[in-house]
């Protein structure tokens, strides 16, 4: 059983940045995407990482400001928000699984195939 826990959230100004950070023990051979839900809303994917991180990929709505890594030595994914808004206002969700179609510019953001999920960390922007 994969545990997975969040952390960074937390209120910042339109335009700032923040960085979440999701940690696993063994999660080494997982992609790991990051989605976010905003009350009233589905939820959605905002990025993800393979296993090696050889491939991300980003919704739309986040790119150029949004940048997924992750550090397999110390079980750690990271996703730098830059240039906050205040429609990136939700609480962030990181997932772990293992379907070889993630991830991929086939099914991109999609959350089929996590299995794992964590508790979630609140992000507010507003000024």
């Known amino acids: 059983q994969l545990q997975l826990v969040e952390s960074g959230g937390g209120l910042v100004q339109p335009g700032g940045s923040l960085r979440l950070s999701c940690a696993a023990s063994?999660?080494?051979?997982?992609?790991i995407g990051w989605f976010r839900q905003a009350p009233g809303k589905e939820r959605e994917g905002v990025s993800c990482i393979s296993s090696a991180g050889a491939r991300t990929q980003y919704a739309d709505s986040v790119k150029g400001r949004f940048t997924i890594s992750r550090n397999n030595a110390n079980n750690t994914v990271y996703l730098q928000m830059n240039s906050l808004k205040p429609e990136d206002t939700a609480v962030y969700y990181c997932?772990?699984?293992?379907?070889?179609?993630?991830?991929?510019?086939?099914?991109?953001?999609?959350?089929?195939?996590?299995?794992?999920w964590g508790q979630g960390t609140q992000v507010t922007v507003s000024s």
């Open positions: 997932a772990a699984g293992r379907w070889s179609t993630s991830c991929s510019a086939t099914y991109p953001t999609g959350d089929y195939g996590y299995d794992y």
């Open positions: 063994g999660f080494i051979y997982y992609t």
